[in-house]
C-alpha cells in the first residue's frame, strides 16, 4: 500500500505561537489530503480537504485563518495552527490519496500540545 | 449526508471469547466501508474495507466484517480475541464525489479485554 508520513509525531507550543505540521506522501503522487482533528477519546472529524495547486475546502465550523492548509507540490501537505492555544491541543492526522486510488492512506499523525 | 453509528461506546470482553462491534450507516447509495484500529497514543490501522462484491470481508488480525445493505450495517467480529487487541475501534463510510477517500467516522468504541 501507499505510504503517507507526518512529521513530527508530537509537539509541545506555547500559548501564542504558531506550529506547522507535514504530511508527505513516499511513494506516490498526493494529488488531494485530507487533515482529520481528533480530540482525546473522541472520533476523528474532518477538518479540509486539499487538492495540489489550490486553496483548501474547510469543513463547517473550522476556522480557515486559524488552520492554514498549504498543498504545494504532490507529495507534500502542511498545516499550520497559528496563534494556538490550549484548547487546539489535539491530536491532528493527515491521508492522502490519488486518482488511481479508490481510498486515501493515513499518516501517523500528530499530537499538539499547547501549553 | 452520510453518517456512522456505532451504538456502543466500551465493550469488554474476555480474552479467547468472539467479539461483534456494531456499526450502522446512513448513505443512499452503496457506501464504501472501512473498519480502522487504533491503540493509544497511535495512529490509525486498517483493519479491512468493503467496496463491492462479496459482503463477507476478511481482515488483519483475524477480523472479518459483512456488509447487510438491508440493515445497513458493517458489523465487525473475531471468533477469538487477543489480549492485545484492546484498542479503540472505528467505523468509517466513504461516499459521494470523492467516495472512499473522504471519510466520515462513527464515534468510536473502546473494546478492553479481561485476562
Known amino acids: 500500500g501507499a505510504v503517507v508520513s507526518q512529521h513530527p509525531s508530537w509537539v509541545i507550543c506555547k500559548s501564542g505561537t504558531s506550529v506547522k505540521i507535514e504530511c508527505r506522501s513516499l511513494?506516490?503522487?498526493?494529488?488531494?489530503m485530507f487533515w482529520y482533528r481528533q480530540f482525546p477519546k473522541q472520533s476523528l472529524m474532518l477538518m479540509a480537504t486539499?487538492?495540489?495547486?489550490?486553496?483548501?475546502?474547510?469543513e463547517q465550523g473550522v476556522e480557515k485563518d486559524k488552520f492554514l492548509i498549504n498543498h504545494a507540490s504532490l507529495t507534500l501537505s502542511t498545516l499550520t495552527v497559528t496563534s494556538a492555544h490550549p484548547e487546539d491541543s489535539s491530536f491532528y492526522i493527515c491521508?492522502?490519496?490519488?486518482?488511481?486510488?479508490?481510498?486515501?492512506?493515513f499518516g501517523q499523525g500528530t499530537r499538539l500540545t499547547v501549553v | 449526508a452520510q453518517s456512522v453509528t456505532q451504538p456502543d461506546i466500551h465493550i469488554t470482553v474476555s480474552e479467547g471469547a468472539s467479539l461483534e462491534l456494531r456499526c450502522n450507516y446512513s448513505y443512499g447509495a452503496t457506501p464504501y466501508l472501512f473498519w480502522y484500529v487504533q491503540s493509544p497514543g497511535q495512529g490509525l490501522q486498517l483493519l479491512l474495507k468493503?467496496?463491492?462484491?462479496?459482503?463477507l470481508v476478511q481482515g488483519i488480525k483475524g477480523f472479518e466484517a459483512e456488509f447487510k445493505r438491508s440493515q445497513s450495517s458493517f458489523n465487525l467480529r473475531k471468533p477469538s480475541v487477543h489480549w492485545s487487541d484492546a484498542a479503540e475501534y472505528f467505523c468509517?463510510?466513504?461516499?459521494?464525489?470523492?467516495?472512499?477517500?473522504?471519510?466520515?467516522f462513527g464515534q468510536g468504541t473502546r473494546l478492553t479485554i479481561n485476562p
Open positions: 468509517a463510510v466513504g461516499a459521494g464525489i470523492q467516495g472512499a477517500q473522504k471519510l466520515v
Open positions: 468493503y467496496f463491492s462484491g462479496d459482503t
Open positions: 486539499s487538492n495540489e495547486g489550490s486553496k483548501a475546502t474547510y
Open positions: 491521508s492522502a490519496s490519488d486518482r488511481t486510488y479508490t481510498e486515501a492512506f
Open positions: 511513494d506516490f503522487q498526493a494529488t488531494t
